[in-house]
């Protein structure tokens, strides 16, 4: 059983912002940190870090809104001023944000993950500060970062019949990305992970949560094998 809090996180400048922390019972096997969609901290993203904690991690999901927006969670009608959330948000504070959540974590192996908006910014967060493995659900965007590389193994997850992410930019992403593992899903589309929405597509989110734990357990072991 996974224990669950509201975290209060202070950046280098002085920003407070909260946090959604979900820890485990049994020994950790590394921090998480989820990145929301354009809609904030909603309950889905939660839900999502108690499933991890459940399995071992320590997951927390800062709200990156709380500069324009504190304790943002809009409905997922509201894609408009979700929309204009995202784009009020400075990258030098998100980074700054997320900095802080690192320190928070406290833990010696760290991931990232984001969905949607926070795709792109999990893929920003692993080009610009010390984490270990990163994975991007559907990230939007994504093109706006391609000319940084990720300083650690990364995992895309994309839905085939995603309106708003063209083949280009896949495309575009492999290039950017040799190394890095790309699954496309060809029956999802966009959202398809997100249990809470009309777009959720069951098979896919199952064979990408498969995929995602056995990329985190495979990097967060390798991570471990390099500092002892």
Known sequence: MAHSCKAIITAEDGHSFCAYLATPEKPQKGGIILIHEIFGVTPQMKTLADKLAFVGYKAIVPSLFDRIQPN???DY?????GKGLAGACKREYILLDLEAVTHTLNTSITSVIGYCW???IAYFAACNLPINSGVSFYGTQLSSYLH???KCPFQFHFGGQDQTISSEIIEQVRVANPDSEVHIYPNAGHAFANQARS????ASNYLAERRLLE???NHIYQANQLKT
């Open 72 to 74: 943002a969670c809009l």
């Open 199 to 202: 777009s959720f597509h069951a």
């Open 148 to 150: 940084q590389q990720s």
């Open 215 to 217: 990329f985190l357990g």
């Open 118 to 120: 926070g795709g792109g």
């Open 77 to 81: 009608s509201e894609t408009n001023r």
